[in-house]
Nanobody
Framework: QVQLVESGGGLVQAGGSLRLSCAASGRTFSTSVMGWFRQAPGKERVFVAAISRSGSNIIYANSMKGRFTISRDNAKNTVYLQMNSLKPEDTAVYYC???????????????WGQGTQVTVSS
């Protein structure tokens, strides 16, 4: 069992940066692949990034490559999403998720946080 709590969202101007955190409780964090997803109003949830258990394998959605960086600290049971050069179209609720494998589909993740709102103004 893994419980996930996201933080770090907020309002930022276009071009700015935010760092999201996802704190996990439960003994399975270090054995879980961690992912970030986002859902904009009226749109489906989409994949953002995922990181393997050791952090050695990372995948990004094409639109986030070069702007977003996912990382994890297994000693702190925390996964991060550094977001730079933010655009208004990045506005969404951002969710972290834990699962058994490096997957792009949300259905393949077992545990989810409650989400944190990111709003980028133009």
């Amino acid at each position: 069992q893994v419980q996930l709590v996201e933080s770090g969202g907020g309002l930022v101007q276009a071009g700015g940066s935010l760092r999201l955190s996802c704190a996990a409780s439960g003994r399975t964090f270090s054995t879980s692949v961690m992912g970030w997803f986002r859902q904009a109003p009226g749109k489906e949830r989409v994949f953002v990034a995922a990181i393997s258990r050791s952090g050695s394998n990372i995948i990004y959605a094409n639109s986030m490559k070069g702007r977003f960086t996912i990382s994890r600290d297994n000693a702190k049971n925390t996964v991060y999403l550094q977001m730079n050069s933010l655009k208004p179209e990045d506005t969404a609720v951002y969710y972290c998720a834990a699962g058994p494998g490096m997957r792009l589909r949300g259905d393949d993740y077992d545990y989810w946080g409650q989400g944190t709102q990111v709003t980028v103004s133009s």
